[in-house]
C-alpha cells in the first residue's frame, strides 16, 4: 500500500469542522476515500461534499441579505 | 462627522504562509524555490489590480522578504505615485532564505522572539526598507504588536504613527480551530481602531502620558458574535475567511453573509458620533493557484474581487471614505479623544437567532453585555490596571499575549454550568417565597442612547413569573465616559401584588485568566468594606462574609494587579463576598436587597488598578 496524499482539491473534515477543528484530510487512493488523522470520519469525495452541505444547517441567515441591525 | 472609513492593505509575501506547508504537500521544504516566489509576486499584483479597478487605495505593507525583490520594490513605487497607495512595512512575512540564514530560525512572529532579537529584526527590517525607499514608513503591523516592541519603534522610529496591531478574539479559539499549532494568543483587545498605552497594546491609553504614539488598527474587522464563540479565522472582513467557514452557497457561489458583516459594521455609526471602520488584509496565500481546502482558486479569487467590488460601489455612492494607513492615524488623532468609548451594539447577522450584544471599550474597560442573558456582563477586561505583560522569548508569557478577564462566559463556563459550581458573569437574581429566578434566563433586547458623556442601554422590559407573584422589571446599564466603571439600574416597573417584596440579588462571579484553564486563586483578598469590615483570603476554602450597609464590597487579585469592586445605590442593601472552592475556582461579590413596587436600585461595578 503506497503513501497517502493530497487530492485535487484539500477537502477537510465535515466531522471535525462542525467542532470548529479545520483537518486537512487525506487520500487513500487504494479505498478511493478521503480520511481524517485526528477522527475516525472516512468518505469519499460525493459524501464530503454532502457532509460539507450538512454543515452549513447552523447558518440559518446564510443566504439572506440582512439591512436592519438594531430592534429600534 | 459621518464616515466610514477603510483600510484595504496587500503585502506581497514572497513566501506566503500556508502556500509552503499546504501547496507543497509532498515536496521538500524549499522557501526560495522559483515557483512560490513568482505565484506570490503574481497573487500581490492581482489584488492590487483589484482594489485600483474599484478606485479603491491600498496600504502596501512590504514585506522583508519583499525587499529583496526588484520588481516588487518597483511595483510600490509605481503604485504609489499612480495611485496614491502608502508604502509602508509589515512585519509580518519575516520568512525568506535571507532571513533563515541570518536569524537561523523558523520563528516567524515577531512578538514571540526575545526583546533583543526583536530590536535587532526591527532595525533590520526598516534599515533595509530604508536602503531600498530612502525614507522610514509611517505605518507597520502584524497579527499582534506587544508594548515593548512598539514603544520600541516609535522610540526608533518616530516616523511610524499606524500600526496593524491586535486581531480581535484570536486565542485559544483559533488555536484550537488550527489543531492546538497556531499559537496565536490574543484575546482580551479592541475591535475597532484604538490609541494603545504605553504599558500594554490592548488597553487604550487613558491620556497623553499613557500615549504610545500609534494609532492601532485591528487585523481584521471581524464579527462580534461569530468570533467570539466559534473559529475567529471564518467571519471577518476577509472575503476567503466567509470561504473557509464555509458561509456560501456552493452552487451559486454567492455569500450575503460578507455584505452584512460590512454593513453591520458601518451601522456602528451610530453609537460612535458617526464614524464607524472596516479593515481588509488578505495575505496572499489565501489567493493561491492550488485552491485553498475546498475552495478552488476561482473562488477564491472570486471573492476577492467581490470584496473589492463592494467597496468600491460604496464608495461610488458617497458612503465610504478609502484611506492609507497613515492618513487614517490622522483622521482618527483628529476625530476621537483619549476616553472616547468605541461602543457596538451588534446583532447576529448568521445564525438566525436574532441574539444581540453589547460591546463596550474605553481605557478602562472591555465589556460584553448579553441581551440574551437579560443584560448580563459576560465578557470582562479590566484595561484600568494598565497591565504590564511582556511576551516572547524570555518573558513569562512567551506565547500568550491576551489581555486577562475577571469575566469571561466561553472559558469559564458563564451562567450555565454542569452540577456543580458557578461560571462567570455578572447578573442578578430575584428570589420570592422560596423561588428563585436569574435575569440571565430572560431573553431581551436593548435600545443604545447617549445622554452627555454617558452611553446608555435600555433593556425591554422583562417579566419575572413566580407561582403567585409577576415582577415587572427593566434594567439600564450606563457607561460614563472616563469613570471606570458600569452602572447597572434595576427598576422595579410593575408588581401583581403591589405589596409584595421580593429579594434582589445583585452578583458577579468571576476569576482571572487567559485561557480556558483555571489560574491559582490564593492571595486574592476580598473584603466587604466599610464600619465593621471583613475580610477573606483566597484558600478554597469556600467561605463567606456579609455586611449590612457595606460601603463596598471588592476583590484584589494580585496577579492581574486588579481591584474589582461593587458599590450600591442604596445603605440598606447587605454587602457579600464568597470565596469559591478547587471545583468552582471563583469568587462571588454582591449585593442583596428588598425591593418593592416601583423601586430602583442601582449597583456600580469599579475598576482599579492595585499594585
Redesign the interface.
Known amino acids: 500500500m503506497a503513501q497517502s496524499?493530497?487530492g485535487k482539491?484539500?477537502?477537510?473534515c465535515p466531522s471535525c469542522?462542525m467542532r470548529?477543528?479545520?483537518?486537512?484530510m487525506f487520500y487513500d487512493k487504494d479505498k478511493d476515500e478521503f480520511y481524517c488523522m485526528?477522527c475516525q470520519y472516512t468518505g469519499n469525495e460525493k459524501d464530503?461534499?454532502e457532509k460539507?452541505?450538512m454543515?452549513?444547517f447552523?447558518?440559518?441567515?446564510?443566504?439572506?441579505?440582512?439591512?436592519k441591525?438594531?430592534?429600534? | 462627522m459621518d464616515k466610514f472609513v477603510v483600510n484595504i492593505i496587500h503585502r506581497p509575501e514572497m513566501v506566503p504562509e500556508y502556500a509552503e506547508k499546504v501547496t507543497g504537500h509532498g515536496k521538500a521544504e524549499d522557501i526560495g524555490r522559483k515557483a512560490l516566489l513568482t505565484e506570490s509576486l503574481d497573487i500581490f499584483k492581482t489584488q492590487q489590480r483589484l482594489a485600483h479597478e474599484n478606485g479603491l487605495k491600498t496600504t502596501i505593507q512590504m514585506t522583508y522578504a519583499s525587499l529583496f525583490n526588484e520588481e516588487a520594490v518597483a511595483l510600490a513605487k509605481e503604485h504609489h505615485e499612480k495611485y496614491g497607495d502608502e508604502i509602508a512595512l509589515s512585519l509580518l512575512g519575516l520568512p525568506c532564505k535571507e532571513f533563515r540564514e541570518k536569524y537561523n530560525t523558523k520563528d516567524f512572529c515577531i512578538w514571540m522572539f526575545s526583546m533583543e532579537d526583536k530590536k535587532s529584526i526591527v532595525d533590520d527590517v526598516f534599515g533595509k526598507f530604508h536602503d531600498m525607499f530612502g525614507f522610514y514608513p509611517e505605518s507597520t503591523g502584524s497579527y499582534y504588536l506587544d508594548a515593548d516592541l512598539t514603544n520600541y519603534i516609535k522610540e526608533k522610529y518616530p516616523s511610524v504613527k499606524c500600526a496593524v496591531a491586535t486581531c480581535w478574539e484570536e486565542g485559544p479559539k483559533a488555536y484550537h480551530t488550527c489543531n492546538n499549532s497556531w499559537y496565536t494568543l490574543f484575546d482580551g483587545g479592541p475591535w475597532n481602531p484604538w490609541i494603545p498605552s504605553k504599558q500594554n497594546t490592548h488597553a487604550p491609553a487613558a491620556n497623553e502620558q499613557e500615549d504610545s504614539g500609534i494609532v492601532a488598527i485591528p487585523h481584521l474587522s471581524r464579527d462580534l458574535l461569530a468570533c467570539y464563540d466559534g473559529n475567529g479565522s471564518n467571519f471577518g472582513t476577509h472575503p476567503q475567511n466567509v470561504l473557509r467557514g464555509m458561509i456560501y452557497d456552493s452552487e451559486t457561489w454567492e455569500y450575503p453573509y460578507l455584505y452584512n458583516l460590512i454593513d453591520q459594521y458601518r451601522d456602528l455609526e451610530k453609537y460612535n458620533n458617526g464614524y464607524s471602520y472596516n479593515m481588509m488584509f488578505v495575505g496572499p496565500g489565501w489567493m493561491n493557484k492550488m485552491g485553498r481546502w475546498e475552495a478552488p482558486y476561482e473562488l477564491l479569487e472570486k471573492s476577492y474581487s467581490d470584496g473589492c467590488a463592494y467597496y468600491g460601489k460604496l464608495k461610488k455612492e458617497g458612503k465610504l471614505i478609502d484611506m492609507t494607513m497613515a492618513e487614517f492615524a490622522d483622521y482618527y488623532r483628529e476625530k476621537k479623544s483619549y476616553t472616547e468609548p468605541e461602543c457596538a451594539l451588534w446583532r447576529d447577522i448568521l445564525y438566525g437567532s436574532d441574539k444581540q450584544l453589547f460591546w463596550y471599550c474605553d481605557p478602562y474597560m472591555r465589556a460584553c453585555v448579553n441581551m440574551d442573558q437579560g443584560g448580563a456582563i459576560v465578557d470582562l477586561r479590566p484595561y484600568a490596571a494598565k497591565l504590564e505583560w511582556p511576551v516572547g522569548i524570555g518573558t513569562k508569557h512567551v506565547q500568550d499575549a491576551s489581555y486577562p478577564f475577571l469575566i469571561q462566559e466561553k472559558y469559564r463556563a458563564g451562567y450555565f454550568t454542569h452540577y456543580a459550581g458557578e461560571g462567570t458573569v455578572r447578573s442578578a437574581k430575584l428570589s420570592y417565597n422560596g423561588e428563585e429566578v436569574d435575569l440571565c434566563l430572560c431573553r431581551t433586547k436593548a435600545h443604545f442612547s447617549q445622554e452627555g458623556n454617558a452611553r446608555i442601554l435600555t433593556l425591554d422590559p422583562v417579566e419575572i413569573e413566580f407561582y403567585d407573584l409577576t415582577v415587572k422589571l427593566q434594567t439600564k446599564i450606563y457607561f460614563e465616559e472616563g469613570s471606570s466603571n458600569i452602572k447597572i439600574e434595576r427598576n422595579i416597573l410593575e408588581m401583581s401584588n403591589p405589596e409584595a417584596e421580593v429579594q434582589l440579588n445583585e452578583y458577579m462571579v468571576a476569576c482571572y485568566g487567559t485561557t480556558e484553564y483555571p489560574e491559582d486563586m490564593t492571595g486574592i483578598i476580598l473584603k466587604c468594606e466599610g464600619a465593621g469590615e471583613q475580610e477573606i483570603s483566597y484558600e478554597y476554602k469556600c467561605r463567606e462574609a456579609e455586611l449590612a450597609g457595606a460601603d463596598a464590597v471588592s476583590a484584589v487579585i494580585p496577579a492581574i494587579e486588579t481591584k474589582v469592586s461593587m458599590t450600591g445605590s442604596d445603605k440598606a442593601a447587605v454587602g457579600y463576598v464568597k470565596e469559591g472552592y478547587a471545583f468552582s475556582p471563583m469568587f462571588t461579590l454582591g449585593y442583596t436587597k428588598t425591593i418593592s413596587d416601583k423601586e430602583v436600585f442601582a449597583t456600580w461595578l469599579n475598576l482599579e488598578k492595585a499594585n
Open positions: 496524499g493530497k482539491l484539500n477537502y477537510r469542522f470548529d477543528l479545520d483537518i486537512d485526528r464530503v461534499l460539507n452541505e454543515i452549513r447552523r447558518y440559518r441567515a446564510m443566504d439572506k441579505r440582512i439591512t441591525f438594531d430592534f429600534d
